[in-house]
T-cell receptor
């Protein structure tokens, strides 16, 4: 079953605009991650934010996390055509037998950046 | 070296056939994961290996699904008597650690399985 739901399901913007995607999840988490997936490069890890962090930046990416609302947002600034892809949030609960991260993905946002 | 590789990239099977999907993780990675991604959905966890031990197979949808990693490196996901609902992209990921702290998972390109 999917842990998270992304909103919107699809987003189309002009190159240079900002894109914001939201993710809601259901259970307590250790970390929340955002991934990008396109046909050319498969599923690629973008950024991780820990449950005790509220905001994180990486290049043109800004992620926020609100654990009280069980939600996160991903902002891509100054978008480029190459940002066209599906974006997924993923959470891990940790603390499981063997200590591995069982990652649960959301349903994804399909972003199209028009040149 | 190279990233995670999977083969075949595409597989078409007739309903009822058995298929085997291969994953070559990054060399030295202890952890290996299999995911199933249906069209328009996010990946869903199938099973997890730590070296050769299968520690979690809670996501396998039925007893027709079987995974192994006998020498702690290459893994095979086998689906017996394939059904149309098995059509999906099967992703493999590996990571270097096993501890409770975060270890990034690196994903392969996936195998797209189509069952006719």
């Amino acid at each position: 079953s999917q842990q998270g739901e992304e909103d919107p399901q699809a987003l189309s913007i002009q190159e240079g605009e900002n894109a914001t995607m939201n993710c809601s999840y259901k259970t307590s988490i250790n970390n929340l991650q955002w991934y990008r997936q396109n046909s050319g490069r498969g599923l690629v890890h973008l950024i991780l934010i820990r449950s005790n962090e509220r905001e994180k930046h990486s290049g043109r990416l800004r992620v926020t996390l609100d654990t009280s609302k069980k939600s996160s947002s991903l902002l891509i600034t100054a978008s480029r055509a190459a940002d066209t892809a599906s974006y997924f949030c993923a959470t891990d609960e940790g603390g499981l037998s063997g200590g591995y991260q069982k990652v649960t993905f959301g349903t994804g946002t399909k972003l199209q950046v028009i040149p | 070296g190279a990233g995670v590789s999977q083969s075949p990239r595409y597989k078409v099977a007739k309903r009822g056939q058995d298929v085997a999907l291969r994953c070559d993780p990054i060399s030295g990675h202890v952890s290996l994961f299999w995911y199933q991604q249906a069209l328009g959905q996010g990946p869903e966890f199938l099973t997890y290996f730590q070296n050769e031990a299968q520690l979690d197979k809670s996501g396998l949808p039925s007893d027709r699904f079987f995974a192994e990693r006998p020498e702690g490196s290459v893994s095979t996901l086998k689906i017996q008597r394939t059904q149309q609902e098995d059509s999906a992209v099967y992703l493999c990921a590996s990571s270097s650690g096993t501890s409770g702290s975060y270890n990034e998972q690196f994903f392969g390109p996936g195998t797209r399985l189509t069952v006719l």
